[in-house]
């Protein structure tokens, strides 16, 4: 079999281009493509009534829970999070964006999205959806 022919192959080389864009999406905004994913899914989570705990950040981002902490810190010291003690486990810490988080996120998913649309752009976007879902979850 020849390189081309191997779907991992192209998938590892579909994904550094798919990565490269996102890199220079993001860079204005002076954001890593981790870092986008941490604020992204924090702000969308707080939209949603919740403020989750590092632990179910990582679980919705599907992340390592020591790297979530890790750039959850950094997103903290640009000012775009905030980590406050839960009340019902001092261990613990719960997430929400500043002012400042929540103006940048939906900049920057609009930024990350219109990467995606050109990405994508050469297969319907239902079966990027669907093919890649069951490719991400594939016990359904």
């Keep these: 079999m020849q390189p081309g022919e191997s779907p ?13 864009g996102i890199a220079t999406a993001l860079t204005p905004l002076d954001l890593t ?17 919740e403020h989750p705990s590092q632990q179910a950040l990582a679980r919705q981002a599907g992340t390592d829970v020591k790297m979530t902490s890790q750039v959850v810190r950094t997103l903290e010291a640009k000012g775009l999070v905030e980590r406050e003690v839960d009340p019902a486990d001092s261990r613990a810490r719960r997430l929400r964006v500043t002012a400042a988080g929540a103006e940048l996120a939906p900049r920057a998913i609009s930024a990350v999205e219109q990467v995606d649309t050109e990405f ?11 093919l890649l ?4 979850h594939p016990e359904g």
């Design 33 to 49: 493509h981790v870092q986008f994913v941490l604020l992204a899914c924090t702000w969308w989570l707080n939209g949603q009534g």
């Design 8 to 20: 991992g192959f192209l998938l590892w080389h579909a994904t550094l281009r798919w990565q490269r």
């Design 120 to 130: 994508f752009s050469p297969v319907p976007r239902a079966t990027v959806v669907e």
């Design 133 to 136: 879902g069951r490719l991400a």
